[in-house]
Structures are given as C-alpha cells and as structure tokens.
C-alpha cells in the first residue's frame, strides 16, 4: 500500500498546537520600545507600514475563531496592491488592531518569529535562525543579535520543525529565502549571521557555504543603530565558550 502523503499546508489544529508550544519572547525586556524611537512610538514590527504580516489560509482561520484582533489588510495604494498581488494563493495579509491592543497568545507565526527565518541550506538542512536583512536599518534586534534568549531560538526551531513536517511549501519557501539570501550577501560580501540550532553563533560564507564559529561583532550594526554601544548579551551567549564547538547539528531533511 502506498503511503499517506503529508498535507500541503498545515491544519488549524497544528498551528494552534504551535502557538501552544512557541511562546518566548526574542529577549527578555521589550525590543520593540528601541525601534519604536525611530518610528513615530510604534515597534517596526508592529507597523504594517514597515513589515505586513502573511499568513497561511489555515493560520488564518485559526485565528479568526480565536479572537478580533486581526483583520484583512487593505492595501492603502496601487503599489502596495501590486506587491500584494503576487502572494502564494494559500496566504492572506493580515493587520491587527495595533500594538497596545497585543494579545501574546494570538500573535501569528510572523509576529512571533520576526525579525527571523529558518535558514536552510544548499543541502536542504535546516539550520537554525537567520535575519529578514531587509529590516536591518530599522530593527535595533538585528544590530544587537546577543540580547535573543536561548529559549527562543529553541522554540522557533521547534516550531519549525512541526510545521515542515506538514507543509513542503512552507519549508521551499524558506529554502528559497535562504538561497536568495545568499546571493545577495555574496554582491556585498558579508558573511551570513546563523543562530544555529545547537544554541551556538555560526557565520555563513555565501560564496563557500563554509560554516564557522563566529562572534557577535562580526555582523555589525546598521541604520539608526550604527553607533550604538553592544548591548548586554543574554545570559546564554555571555557564558558560552565559542572555542568549545564540537559542529553544527544538521536536521534531517
């Protein structure tokens, strides 16, 4: 007998297994109060001016039996409408009713993940956690990447790791983010920054695919943060011994 194939996408009930098990925040204080600063009060990812949160049909039913804080975006212009026009059938823009109106349990997948994204390799191996570089000169995060906690990254890939096991697309399309991603850091020759897996920095070499220990001053800071001080690491990467790798943990494909 042949056997089941998964579902394309994942069922409401898998995200809402997600948003049971995915609830850490990126640091432990509010991120979004330093970017907020550079953007009229309101956290970069919580303006869609900056950042329209995507998704699923699935997630999207999910959420609309669970709560109103969120409706469907109206694009606001004709660009806007024409960015849109090229989304994945199966997803849908969403807006909430803004950020001091947030219920935490009923963020989305892209609320809760931002300002990160599974990196896959060229092998098809998921990694762990890489940056949307797109967000770098207004996301104070990706300037200060040690302030993530180590239980946040552990979620995520958690997380992840259920929901490709149901949903290919999801995972090709992250696979195609990470390729691009490397292209375009191969034109401005810089190095990829990956929070792998196994809890420990990693630089990528796109031209190379060559993965080495690397340290967080290496990636720089940008935009409105250029000139700001590191920020105090969390305390897992505070204690961690770069010299003490034995390897990056591959998932199985």
């Known amino acids: 007998m042949a056997k089941t194939r998964p579902p394309r996408t994942a069922t409401p009930e898998i995200y809402a297994d997600i948003y049971k098990m995915f609830m850490a925040p990126v640091s432990a204080f509010d991120c979004g109060a330093k970017c907020a ?7 970069v990812c919580c303006s869609t001016e900056a950042a329209i949160p995507i998704v699923d049909k699935h997630e999207w039913q999910l959420l609309k039996q669970r709560t109103d804080l969120w409706h469907e975006y109206k ?3 004709k660009a806007t409408e024409k ?3 090229d ?5 849908v823009a969403i807006e909430c009713k803004g950020f001091m109106s947030c219920e935490r ?6 609320c809760r993940t931002f300002p990160f994204f599974p990196y896959i390799d060229r092998e098809g191996d998921f990694l762990g956690m890489s940056v949307f570089w797109g967000f770098e000169d207004r996301c104070w995060v990706q300037s200060h990447l040690q ?11 958690a997380a992840y790791e259920m929901l490709f096991q149901v949903d290919r697309d999801e995972f090709t399309a992250n696979r195609d983010h990470s390729a691009s991603m490397r292209r375009v850091f191969t034109r401005h020759d810089r190095p990829i920054p990956l929070l792998g897996r196994d809890g420990h920095l990693y630089k990528v070499t796109p031209t ?3 993965i080495k220990a690397a340290r967080f001053h290496e990636f720089g800071r940008w935009g409105f943060y250029e ?27």
Do not use: Q, Y
Not at 105 to 110: A, D
Not at 147 to 157: A, G, K, M, W, Y
Not at 227 to 252: I, M, Q, V, Y
């Open 87 to 91: 989304l994945h059938h199966d997803c």
């Open 147 to 157: 302030i993530v906690n180590l239980r946040f990254l552990t979620e995520f890939v």
């Open 83 to 85: 960015e849109l026009s």
């Open 75 to 77: 694009a606001p212009d």
């Open 227 to 253: 000139k700001d001080k590191p920020a105090e690491p969390a305390k897992h990467w505070a204690t961690l011994d770069p010299n003490s790798l034995k390897g990056l943990t591959r998932a199985a494909r």
């Open 37 to 43: 600063a550079h953007n009229e009060g309101v956290p």
């Open 208 to 210: 190379t695919h060559e």
């Open 105 to 110: 349990e009923n963020r989305s997948m892209s």
